[in-house]
T-cell receptor
């Protein structure tokens, strides 16, 4: 399974943008980049995913490097509710469908 | 509002007892995952199913754990016999073929 590398923790101020980086230098051509987050005492929840192009949805934006070896999850205006552990995951939807979680980035949001 | 339902939410049991955790996936989802989360190991994939068939259970201790899908509306994870080191939060998730996975609220298991 291709691995991802994320910082252990990051801090942000409320209402400011947050850029959460993820390195995945061994990504293969059929790996999709997924982001999930886990709020305290809850199960993980899907945030966004992409293959090659940048993606936007109501929760966040995903910026994917041209060589696909890194990506950045962008929260445009952090709120206190966005404090969570964010997981960057490579998922091969062509062959295995496995969803393997790493250690993620713990995001702290300061009021 | 479709959601993955897990029961029980909390379970305290004595070492050696059988534990059964249940999961009702979202109707129409054909992929079901079982995870275990602890502070030390994080989220570990135990097993997953596609169209009720087990695709991979390599993350599961085979001697005591078993996972099944008796029908499309029910997935079960059994531990027999349970041990204190099995104490964790167990999550079930379901998804479609190429879509995101939806997680349940988890079962918090304590084995004393």
């Amino acid at each position: 399974d291709a691995k991802t590398t994320q910082p252990n923790s990051m801090e942000s101020n409320e209402e400011e943008p947050v850029h959460l980086p993820c390195n995945h230098s061994t990504i293969s051509g059929t790996d999709y980049i997924h982001w999930y987050r886990q709020l305290p005492s809850q199960g993980p929840e899907y945030v966004i995913h992409g293959l090659t192009s940048n993606v936007n949805n109501r929760m966040a934006s995903l910026a994917i490097a041209e060589d696909r070896k890194s990506s950045t999850l962008i929260l445009h205006r952090a709120t206190l509710r966005d404090a969570a552990v964010y997981y960057c995951i490579l998922r091969d939807l062509d062959s295995s469908y496995k969803l393997i979680f790493g250690s993620g980035t713990r995001l702290l949001v300061r009021p | 509002d479709a959601r993955v339902t897990q029961t029980p939410r909390h379970k305290v049991t004595e070492m050696g007892q059988e534990v059964t955790m249940r999961c009702q996936p979202i109707l129409g989802h054909n992929t079901v995952f079982w995870y275990r989360q602890t502070m030390m190991q994080g989220l570990e994939l135990l097993a997953y199913f596609r169209n009720r068939a087990p695709l991979d259970d390599s993350g599961m201790p085979k001697d005591r754990f078993s996972a099944e899908m008796p029908d499309a509306t029910l997935a079960t994870l059994k531990i027999q016999p349970s041990e204190p080191r099995d104490s964790a939060v167990y999550f079930c998730a379901s998804g479609g073929s190429h879509t995101e996975a939806f997680f349940g609220q988890g079962t918090r298991l304590t084995v004393v």
